[in-house]
């Protein structure tokens, strides 16, 4: 009878195990880790089932170009934009606010933008209708041209954003852009900052944690590549650290940028800045471009009043003249 019952007993531990999936018999397959540069990145299970050349890829992503080409490509092409901007008080309250629709032409390397319809709050405008506040200044530098800008082109080959030779706006302007198209380069001339949003750096790898994975994403089917900083107050790290995360989409067939999400912050004797910027891409023809833009922002800088705002930009209606 013993050996009956030992008998049934094994045919059922048998039809258990045919039943239950050898996974949670043993437990879950856990992510690996892999060294790149000194960059200790994670990957998903899925990233190791495809096989995926990590090395070759992190150097694809250093090398990046096709998120600035998609901010390019808008000085070449005719499009629609809803923009939001609204500044806040010390209680978070609105104390300005703009919603526009303007319309960009283009042709023939040249490009203007018509205001369509605009509703204004509070002291958003001064008395000559110029902004009073550095963020919608900015913003209207990046993507507004009032009056008929000429020389446009969308190439990116030789057109590096430098600061070299400009002062004052002019170089604050460029200084965010290249914050806003180059993420995770240095940016010269921000004083405490200097290196620190080269996260791409070897000597910044050990501040880092990296990780990259495989899934959809509008519609798409991306490789997500995830940059988030360890714990500022471990190991001394408060006053390393500039972009505490950064998390991009790359279109697995193209590798080009799908969308990007990160967030910056810092806290100098001049200046301090709390920002989160998000960004999706779409297609028009056979151009990548920007599609939303959302941005957040709290920034203080000495002998300016400390302000916080936010932006949302849609663009669409895509037109192509040339």
Known sequence: MQGKHSHIIIRGIWFACMLTPAASLFGQQKDSVVVVENKVITLSEVIIRNNVNVPSFIERVK?????YKAFRNLRVLQFTSLNDIRMFDKKDGVKASLFSKTSQWAGNGCRYTRVLNEEVTGDMYDHKKKYNYYTPE???????ARDTV????????GTELSVKGKSGTARHKEQLKMLFF?????????PFIGNKTAIFDEDMAALYDYSLDEDEH??????IFSIKAKDRTNGGNKDKIVIDEMVTWFSIKTFEVVARNYSLSYKAGL?????????????????????????????????KKREKGVFTATLFDFRNEN
């Open 182 to 190: 180059n993420p995770g380069k240095a940016i010269p001339g921000l």
């Open 271 to 303: 200046y301090d800045f709390n920002v989160d910027m998000q960004v999706e891409m779409t297609r028009f023809e056979n151009y990548l471009v920007p599609r939303l833009l959302r941005y957040n922002g709290n920034w203080d800088v000495m002998f």
């Open 138 to 144: 900015l913003y209207a530098g990046l993507f507004f």
């Open 63 to 67: 090398n990046d170009t096709t998120f």
């Open 150 to 157: 000429c020389g446009e082109s969308n190439i990116v080959k």
């Open 218 to 223: 509008l519609g798409e089917l991306c490789y």
